[in-house]
């Protein structure tokens, strides 16, 4: 199965609306809580979580505390109880298609980081314990190298990063996965060779037999029709999903980068990949510009979204999306190649009174370096 055949059988929640229901009410939100508020050791069961282990109060508290569990504590072997044997784990350059190499993954990455922290920053979701829940998980890691790994001997440099992790969950456990981290910001926080890092992911790849796929046009626009005026809301549950969306197609894929400044508002903040800490609606336009001219041919295609009303005010709003395209325009990655490329991207954003006033996204620059590598190996 495809993940947008995936996509298309996440859970769905009912009616189109905005109003704030006691489910969701009674959920824990991350924002505001201390951890030791987030997975409370007495606290009752607040939402109906049939299948799932006693200690988990509701769907917000699952995710935190078992990826707590996992990757603080160190009990790598919750993974065999939280996840199903034939998991699929997606991310911008690979696949692992079994509980197995999750464990072998997390490993690895706990050999390099030992000191390694995720602090959950936004957890926003939908779905029941019926048909099974959906959950994006934004994470805030800090940790320092000091280890011997994959990446080479210890450089003892400290680092901060960004990671999305979208889930599909029933009962207790965990079948399908979508992983995007900034990368590239760690390892020039680490001061390592990102060319030599690319292409060792890119070889690795390669070996494997492994080839980057060119299907040429993406479907933006059909032959000499410009881009669809309207888009496919078909994937949203609320009125504020639906618009979100609408906004989003009029930026990324009609190229309307003024819309930003009638949808962001005037003090926004913009948290980005490589860390990047933007204010105003000038960056969120120069920022956005930046992805689209690097890949200007590129068409944005959403592939989930979910939402919840949010005790600050406003709605929260989780986007999985993709964009495909080519190296056919300059930017992070340096002069254009003409090399196909695959962005996976996760959005976090945070609307009142029908303005975004904080956004979070996550996509891999050291990913699409390796990509780019990978095509060129095949050449």
Avoid at 18 to 25: D, F, P, V
Avoid at 95 to 114: G, I, K
Avoid at 216 to 244: F, K, L
């Amino acid at each position: 199965m495809s993940s947008t055949e995936a996509t298309n059988k996440t859970p769905v929640v009912a009616e189109k609306t905005n109003t704030k229901s006691a489910r969701e009410e009674s959920v824990l939100q991350v924002e505001r809580r201390d951890f030791v508020d987030l997975v409370p050791e007495k606290r009752p069961r607040a939402q109906s979580l049939r299948g799932f282990d006693d200690c988990y109060t509701d769907i917000v508290d699952y995710i935190v505390r078992c990826t707590h569990k996992i990757w603080d504590e160190r009990d790598v072997g919750l993974i065999y109880t939280h996840y199903t044997h034939n998991c699929v784990l997606y991310n911008a350059l690979g696949t692992m298609y079994n509980r197995e190499q999750v464990v072998h993954d997390t490993l690895q990455r706990l050999v390099a980081f030992p000191e390694r922290r995720g602090m959950a920053t936004q957890v926003i979701w939908n779905g029941n314990d019926v048909d099974g829940f959906y959950t994006s998980h934004l994470v805030t890691g800090t940790g320092r190298h000091t280890q011997h790994s994959h990446l080479g001997k210890p450089t003892q440099r400290t680092f901060v990063t960004r990671t999305v992790a979208d889930c599909m969950i029933h009962e207790n456990k965990i079948y399908r996965e979508w992983v995007v981290s900034d990368n590239m910001s760690v390892m020039k926080q680490l001061g390592l060779n990102t060319d030599v890092i690319a292409y060792d992911m890119a070889k690795e790849q390669f070996d494997k037999g492994f080839r980057v796929t060119d299907i040429g046009e993406n479907r933006r626009m059909v032959g000499q029709y410009p881009p669809e005026m309207e888009c496919d809301v078909s994937i949203a549950h609320t009125d504020t999903e639906e618009q979100c969306l609408r906004w989003l197609h009029e930026i990324y894929n009609r190229r309307m980068l003024g819309k930003i400044k009638d949808v962001y508002a005037p003090n926004v903040q913009w948290h980005g990949p490589l860390l990047k800490e933007l204010y105003g609606q000038a960056a969120v336009i120069h920022q956005t510009l930046a992805l689209i001219g690097m890949i200007p041919d590129g068409a944005w295609m959403p592939q989930h979204i979910c939402s919840n009303p949010c005790d600050e005010g406003g709605t929260k709003v989780a986007v999985r999306w993709i964009m495909e395209g080519h190296h056919l325009g300059y930017g992070e990655l340096g002069k254009p190649t003409g090399e196909r490329l695959f962005v996976m991207g996760m959005s976090h954003y945070h609307i009142v009174k029908g303005k975004i006033i904080d956004e979070w996204v996550v996509y891999d620059h050291l990913a699409l370096l390796a990509q780019i590598k990978l095509g060129q190996m095949e050449e």
